[in-house]
């Protein structure tokens, strides 16, 4: 790497990785579920306030989100999104104390030439990624609007660059029946238990005819309260993805029968409600992920690997949505072992040395990336081969 401005974001990121390692080992070690991420989004803030970021927080009247900004709003603008929620039960199973931590590195490392290349930094903190749509409720208030491209990076087993999620709906499904002594008067109940096991048997049967690549699956959250009384009331919540959201429209319906199956065979009544919006497909911006190969590359991450352990980029997000609007990318970046996300074992992975080099190199590439970005499409960028800049070579470095 010959680019004396890559290289003072490398140096800057380098620098503050001691504290980066310490705040992804801090929200790992205090995980915290989607709209209840109080002391993870304040600590996620307050790491950028400490490097000159201005402040908004709350943002847009959510409580465990924020907008931290540097530069003024007129320049080439490149968001980073910080997600903390963790998964109940699990942990951060899916790593993202790591990439709150990336979001942060790469904020601070372009912090550091902002100025003389003409950009403005945000890291936004977007709560509830974990099916909460958080960041559809900020699309929703007005977040993002000003932004010239969107980047995240997010742990996975090996490295992929390109994200191609699932449009995706989240339901929590409720039957309501009628209790009754299971023994003594069985005929005066409504089994709402058996309505979930008639929609589930039916489900299973849909699945033969459904399109290749599309997912229907949840679990039931409560399913009576005992043995010898007939269930009152059944909870579940199920997930329903598509490639697109044309598709998962269509889609829907069908499986919305399937939960109706149940209520008509027993007599319970269904009540099918969203817990978020609906997460949408991934509208990749080619040229900047184009450029996020080649930074990783160049810092020895490796795309060459085994298809059956690069899937993660399947899994749905809410920055999908945000791509929408925004030129947007979201590489995935591996921090090695057997485990895969959602498992214990991979929020083990999300700590320790593997873990750190993984954040260090995250960082380092979303803020080259933005680097590059901004010379291709930023109003006042100088060109690094004609124009000298304030930063000392490598050559330079090593002798002063």
């Known amino acids: 790497m010959s680019d004396p401005v890559k290289l003072a974001v490398g140096d800057a990121v380098s620098a503050a990785a001691p504290e980066l390692i310490a705040l992804s080992n801090r929200l790992h070690g205090d995980p915290e579920t989607g709209w209840n991420e109080h002391r993870s989004s304040a600590a996620v803030a307050a790491a950028l306030a400490d490097h000159g970021f201005a402040l908004e927080q709350p943002y847009l009247g959510l409580k465990t989100a924020f907008r931290a900004t540097l530069g003024p709003p007129d320049r080439f603008t490149v968001g980073l999104l910080a997600e903390y ?30 100025g003389d290349l003409g950009i403005a930094v945000e890291v936004i903190g977007t709560p509830a990624e974990e099916g909460g749509g958080g960041k559809i409720e900020l699309l929703n208030r007005g977040a993002f609007q000003n932004l010239d491209l969107a980047l995240m990076a997010h742990p996975a087993p090996v490295d992929v660059a390109e994200a191609r999620p699932f449009a995706v709906a989240h339901w929590h499904v409720q039957y309501e029946g ?10 005066r109940g409504v089994n709402a238990n058996d309505a979930f096991v008639i929609a589930q048997v039916a489900l299973g049967l849909l699945r033969q005819q459904l399109p290749a690549g599309v997912r229907v699956h949840g679990v039931q959250t409560r399913g009576g309260e005992a043995p010898n009384a007939i269930p009152e009331r059944t909870e579940g919540r199920w997930y329903v993805r598509a490639e697109t959201t044309e598709q998962l429209l269509a889609l829907e319906e069908r499986v919305r029968r399937c939960f109706e199956a ?51 980029n399947r899994a749905s997000t809410d920055m999908g949505n945000v791509s929408q609007l925004v030129p947007a990318i979201h590489p995935y970046i591996g921090v090695g072992g057997d485990a895969s996300n959602h498992q214990p074992a991979f929020a083990d992975a999300c700590v320790g040395p593997v873990a750190e080099q993984a954040l260090r190199d995250g960082a380092t590439a979303l803020a080259w990336t933005a680097i590059d970005a901004a010379r291709a499409r930023g109003r006042t960028i100088p060109d690094p081969q004609t124009t000298p800049h304030p930063y000392p070579t490598s050559e330079q470095r090593i002798t002063t």
């Not at 497909?281 to 080649?294: F, G």
């Open 85 to 114: 929620d963790a998964l109940p039960g699990l942990g951060h199973a899916c790593g993202h104390n790591l990439i709150s931590a990336m979001s942060v590195g790469a904020a601070i490392g372009l912090a550091r030439v902002a």
């Open 178 to 187: 009628r209790a009754a002594h299971a023994a003594a008067y069985p005929e």
């Open 262 to 312: 149940g209520a008509l065979a027993t007599g319970a009544t269904l009540t099918i409600e969203p817990e978020s919006e609906r997460y949408a497909e991934m509208r990749t911006d080619e040229d900047a992920l184009e450029w996020y190969r080649q930074n990783a590359r160049a810092l020895g991450r490796n795309f060459d690997v085994d298809p059956a352990a690069a899937t993660m």
